[in-house]
């Protein structure tokens, strides 16, 4: 069965702090893709990262990194240095062989000034 | 920047009634996706389409759901009689290749009364 769990609902941090974003996930399949998406006060989905699961190395995109680690079924997203705009709420996704996609329950975000 | 489009942005109905939700897909994309998103839930997969058929649907996905590409840009989901519980966003998404990255429309917000 596929699932993702994000455990954290909500996070609440004052801006400049770093955060991490936590998503585990279930699957039987070995080749399969893991998302992040940002969902803004404006509801649209805003496409962040996608990782295949034969790259388990990790990403940097300027304050933004992702830790995959297939050992403990994680994907995890950390922010540096957390702005206002940072606020949303984000979605962690899996997509197996075929091509629906899964989405955790989302962990929303909120950067205090 | 190629996006994916939604008409409308919002639509109210009545129960019983038929809506029709619009997408244009990116334009050189091949794979085309509905999802909704119930207010303060989590992103679900209703069905994905290529090459003029459906390729995979998932349980929320009923008889009262059609899918349609009427032509080579739009891309509709017609929900047959509308119900209280359909209320929800709806979202369009496109890839260009098979288990390629989905991008997402803005969304089409339905409430039905």
């Known amino acids: 069965a596929q699932k993702v769990t994000q455990a954290q609902t909500e996070i609440s941090v004052v801006e400049k702090e770093d955060v991490t974003l936590d998503c585990v996930y279930e699957t039987r399949d070995t080749t399969y893709y893991l998302f992040w998406y940002k969902q803004p006060p404006s509801g649209e989905l805003v496409f962040l990262i996608r990782r295949n699961s034969f790259d388990e190395q990790n990403e940097i995109s300027g304050r933004y990194s992702w830790n995959f680690q297939k050992s403990t079924s994680s994907f995890n997203f950390t922010i540096t240095a957390s702005q206002v705009v940072d606020s949303a709420v984000y979605f962690c996704a899996l997509s197996k062989g075929y091509n629906d996609m899964r989405f955790g329950a989302g962990t929303r975000l909120t950067v205090k000034p | 920047e190629p996006e994916v489009t939604q008409t409308p942005s919002h639509q109210v109905t009545q129960m019983g009634q038929e809506v029709i939700l619009r997408c244009v897909p990116i334009s050189n994309h091949l794979y085309f996706y509905w999802y909704r998103q119930i207010l303060g839930q989590k992103v679900e997969f209703l069905v994905s389409f290529y090459n003029n058929e459906i390729s995979e649907k998932s349980e929320i996905f009923d008889d009262q759901f059609s899918v349609e590409r009427p032509d080579g840009s739009n891309f509709t989901l017609k929900i047959r009689s509308t119900k209280l519980e359909d209320s929800a966003m709806y979202f369009c998404?496109?890839?260009?290749?098979?288990?390629?990255?989905?991008?997402f429309g803005p969304g089409t917000r339905l409430l039905v009364l």
């Open positions: 998404a496109s890839s260009e290749l098979y288990q390629e990255t989905q991008y």
